[in-house]
Nanobody
Framework: EVHLVESGEGLVQPGGSLTLSCAAS????????MSWVREAPGKGLEWISA????????YYAESMKGRIATSRDNARNTADLQMDSLTPEDTAVYFC???????????WGRGTQVTVSS
Protein backbone atom coordinates (compact mmCIF):
# COMPACT_ATOMS: atom_id res chain seq x y z
CA GLU A 1 0.00 0.00 0.00
CA VAL A 2 1.30 3.43 -0.96
CA HIS A 3 1.71 6.07 1.70
CA LEU A 4 2.91 9.64 1.51
CA VAL A 5 2.86 11.35 4.87
CA GLU A 6 3.81 14.97 5.34
CA SER A 7 5.05 16.31 8.64
CA GLY A 8 6.44 19.52 10.05
CA GLU A 9 3.27 21.53 10.24
CA GLY A 10 3.32 24.55 12.47
CA LEU A 11 2.71 28.16 13.30
CA VAL A 12 5.65 30.36 12.34
CA GLN A 13 6.24 34.05 12.80
CA PRO A 14 6.87 36.17 9.71
CA GLY A 15 10.50 35.94 8.74
CA GLY A 16 10.82 32.52 10.28
CA SER A 17 11.79 29.19 8.80
CA LEU A 18 10.24 25.78 8.65
CA THR A 19 11.16 22.40 7.24
CA LEU A 20 8.53 20.02 5.96
CA SER A 21 9.16 16.34 5.45
CA CYS A 22 7.45 13.71 3.35
CA ALA A 23 7.82 10.06 4.25
CA ALA A 24 7.08 7.61 1.46
CA SER A 25 6.39 3.89 1.42
CA UNK A 26 4.87 1.29 -0.84
CA UNK A 27 6.63 2.22 -4.08
CA UNK A 28 10.12 2.43 -5.56
CA UNK A 29 10.97 5.84 -4.22
CA UNK A 30 14.02 6.62 -6.33
CA UNK A 31 12.05 6.24 -9.56
CA UNK A 32 9.71 9.08 -8.61
CA UNK A 33 10.10 12.81 -8.90
CA MET A 34 9.05 14.37 -5.62
CA SER A 35 7.23 17.68 -5.68
CA TRP A 36 5.70 20.05 -3.18
CA VAL A 37 2.43 21.77 -3.97
CA ARG A 38 0.49 24.13 -1.77
CA GLU A 39 -3.05 25.39 -1.48
CA ALA A 40 -3.60 28.73 0.21
CA PRO A 41 -7.00 29.68 1.61
CA GLY A 42 -9.32 30.62 -1.23
CA LYS A 43 -6.74 29.82 -3.90
CA GLY A 44 -5.99 26.89 -6.13
CA LEU A 45 -3.09 24.49 -6.06
CA GLU A 46 0.32 26.06 -6.60
CA TRP A 47 3.34 23.98 -7.55
CA ILE A 48 6.43 25.18 -5.72
CA SER A 49 9.25 22.66 -6.07
CA ALA A 50 10.39 19.37 -7.53
CA UNK A 51 13.40 17.11 -7.20
CA UNK A 52 14.38 14.35 -9.58
CA UNK A 53 14.57 10.73 -8.53
CA UNK A 54 18.33 10.74 -8.12
CA UNK A 55 18.24 14.11 -6.39
CA UNK A 56 20.58 15.68 -8.93
CA UNK A 57 18.04 18.13 -10.36
CA UNK A 58 15.84 20.56 -8.49
CA TYR A 59 13.23 22.97 -9.75
CA TYR A 60 11.54 25.87 -8.03
CA ALA A 61 8.67 28.23 -8.69
CA GLU A 62 9.99 31.66 -9.58
CA SER A 63 7.87 33.20 -6.85
CA MET A 64 9.71 31.24 -4.19
CA LYS A 65 13.17 30.81 -5.66
CA GLY A 66 15.82 31.82 -3.14
CA ARG A 67 13.61 31.13 -0.15
CA ILE A 68 13.12 27.39 -0.45
CA ALA A 69 15.22 24.31 -0.96
CA THR A 70 14.11 20.76 -1.56
CA SER A 71 16.12 17.63 -0.89
CA ARG A 72 15.61 13.89 -0.65
CA ASP A 73 17.13 10.88 1.01
CA ASN A 74 16.55 7.79 -1.09
CA ALA A 75 17.95 5.55 1.63
CA ARG A 76 15.24 6.73 4.02
CA ASN A 77 12.51 7.36 1.41
CA THR A 78 12.03 10.93 2.50
CA ALA A 79 11.81 14.29 0.79
CA ASP A 80 12.15 17.62 2.56
CA LEU A 81 11.23 21.21 1.87
CA GLN A 82 13.16 23.92 3.69
CA MET A 83 11.43 27.30 3.69
CA ASP A 84 12.96 30.55 4.88
CA SER A 85 11.82 34.17 5.19
CA LEU A 86 8.22 33.08 5.49
CA THR A 87 5.43 35.60 5.07
CA PRO A 88 1.69 35.38 5.81
CA GLU A 89 1.21 34.74 2.09
CA ASP A 90 2.95 31.41 2.59
CA THR A 91 0.11 30.24 4.81
CA ALA A 92 -1.27 27.16 3.11
CA VAL A 93 -1.70 23.44 3.21
CA TYR A 94 1.44 21.89 1.75
CA PHE A 95 1.16 18.62 -0.14
CA CYS A 96 3.81 16.13 -1.13
CA UNK A 97 3.47 14.57 -4.58
CA UNK A 98 5.27 11.61 -6.14
CA UNK A 99 5.24 11.28 -9.92
CA UNK A 100 6.83 8.32 -11.68
CA UNK A 101 9.54 9.30 -14.15
CA UNK A 102 7.50 7.71 -16.95
CA UNK A 103 4.68 10.10 -16.20
CA UNK A 104 2.20 7.34 -15.52
CA UNK A 105 1.68 7.08 -11.78
CA UNK A 106 1.02 9.89 -9.34
CA UNK A 107 0.58 9.82 -5.58
CA TRP A 108 -0.44 12.53 -3.12
CA GLY A 109 -0.09 13.00 0.59
CA ARG A 110 -2.88 14.39 2.72
CA GLY A 111 -1.12 17.67 3.34
CA THR A 112 0.27 19.54 6.30
CA GLN A 113 -0.76 22.99 7.50
CA VAL A 114 1.70 25.87 7.60
CA THR A 115 0.50 29.10 9.18
CA VAL A 116 2.63 32.24 9.13
CA SER A 117 1.36 34.80 11.58
CA SER A 118 2.55 37.07 14.34
Amino acid sequence: EVHLVESGEGLVQPGGSLTLSCAASGFTFETYTMSWVREAPGKGLEWISAISGNGFSTYYAESMKGRIATSRDNARNTADLQMDSLTPEDTAVYFCNAAHRSGGTNYWGRGTQVTVSS
